[in-house]
């Protein structure tokens, strides 16, 4: 399906979706058909608190939305929430070099990560996380990847204003 049909149907469907998580839903269903993924997840930031929390997920059982946590200073923080770039790594050692959770996600068929960063007026709002087998995230889908930065903005401002934002 060409690209242009799927942006049309992410609008269409967030032009229907009564609530953030029908919009979320979208953006998962545009992330398959244009890269593919086994497990997606939008973590927000706040970069004032140091907080994450998960607002989206598509496996609630291994991974829920449900609380905050702490955003600690590493290597993974500073390129992607300061340094605003994208996050791959495509064997669960350079998950594990990032993520605590490397012996979860690989038992669930994950050992690649592509996490982008989604920036709206000078602030990252949130990630968007794909992960899949072995050797997925190549340079090309990283580069197709990027159109769903802007989808994903619309998924964050609506998250936000859920939320009671502004």
């Known amino acids: 399906m060409p690209v242009e049909d799927m942006m049309r149907d992410f609008k269409n469907a967030v032009e229907r979706a009564s609530n953030a998580q029908e919009v979320h839903r979208a953006l998962e269903e545009l992330t398959a058909a244009l890269v593919g993924v086994k497990l997606?997840?939008?973590?927000?930031?706040?970069?004032?608190s140091g907080?994450?929390?998960?607002?989206?997920t598509n496996?609630?059982?291994a991974y829920p939305c449900s609380g905050t946590k702490r955003v600690d200073s590493d290597r993974w923080t500073e390129q992607v929430l300061d340094g605003r770039q994208n996050f791959v790594a495509n064997d669960i050692g350079g998950i594990a070099e990032v993520f605590d959770d490397h012996e979860l996600i690989k038992?669930?068929?994950?050992?690649?990560?592509?996490?982008?960063p989604v920036v709206?007026?000078?602030e990252v709002l949130g990630t968007i996380n794909l992960l899949?087998?072995?050797?997925?995230?190549?340079p090309d889908k990283v580069v197709a990847a990027e159109i769903l930065k802007l989808p994903g903005s619309v998924c964050f401002l609506k998250e936000k204003l859920s939320k009671g934002g502004q």
């Open 132 to 138: 899949h087998e072995a050797g997925f995230y190549t």
């Open 40 to 48: 997606f997840t939008l973590m927000t930031f706040d970069r004032q």
């Open 120 to 122: 709206v007026g000078g």
């Open 107 to 116: 038992s669930l068929g994950c050992e690649s990560v592509l996490n982008l």
């Open 51 to 56: 907080l994450a929390s998960r607002c989206y």
């Open 59 to 61: 496996m609630p059982e």
